[in-house]
């Protein structure tokens, strides 16, 4: 799954002169909480957060009075609180590589670029919506998640077993468990019921973690 099929487009962008309550009410219209600065040019210049405009201030706020306040911010433009150095990913990359430099940069989104145009911002909404799919979260089944352990074809004995008693796999993902020696699958399946898939999955796995019914979403 590469980002350029889930990133949102189109792109709300502004001008860097834009004040700071033009931006905010564009956010707050359009639901986002960032966007890309677009230059006269095209050229992206920076990137702005709803969180960077909400505490935006100007210095020695304390001693103004409100309406020598309201006065200077009205004056702050975006150009004044964006963040210059703005980190991108293109539309071929991996979902999981931009959501390691979010998690690892701190970030609750990236534009993406294509030959320096900006075509789209990838979000952690987007990432949300991919990881809702994976666990298949708005679809009902019989959710299980059980230790394995870390060797070849352990998970081939569990979903063929599925298939041979008449079970569909909606789902099916994995994680590291307590040692490397161990994983964690988790998996949800529709077609049977509660008590026939811990029957059948119970031998061929180390221990069953959790095992409920869901309904979908």
Partial sequence: ??????MSRPVISIPPQTRIQEALNL?????????PVIDQQGRMVGIVS??????????????L?????NYLLSKITVDDLM????MTVTE?????????VMADQKIGGMPVVRDGEV??????????????????ARYAGVRLTATVLNIPGE????????????????????????STATGLVTLKVEGMGQEELKGLIEPLVEQIVDIRTTEAA
């Avoid at 009075?65 to 306040?69: A, G, K, V």
């Avoid at 071929?92 to 390691?100: G, S, Y």
Wanted: charge should be negative.
């Fill in 65 to 69: 009075s409100i309406w020598e306040l």
């Fill in 155 to 178: 998970l081939a004995h569990i979903t063929t077993a599925i298939h041979a008693n008449g079970g569909n796999i909606i789902s099916l993902s994995t994680a590291l468990g307590e």
């Fill in 83 to 86: 963040s210059r150095e703005v």
């Fill in 27 to 35: 956010m707050k219209r359009e639901s986002i909480r960032r966007m």
């Fill in 92 to 100: 071929d990359t991996p979902v999981e590589i931009a959501a390691r």
């Fill in 50 to 63: 709803e969180r960077d405009l909400l505490h935006a201030s100007p210095s020695d706020a304390t001693s």
């Fill in 1 to 6: 799954m590469l980002v350029g099929e889930r």
């Fill in 119 to 136: 075509v789209g911002m990838i979000t952690e909404t987007d990432l949300f919506k991919i990881f809702l799919e994976i666990l298949g």
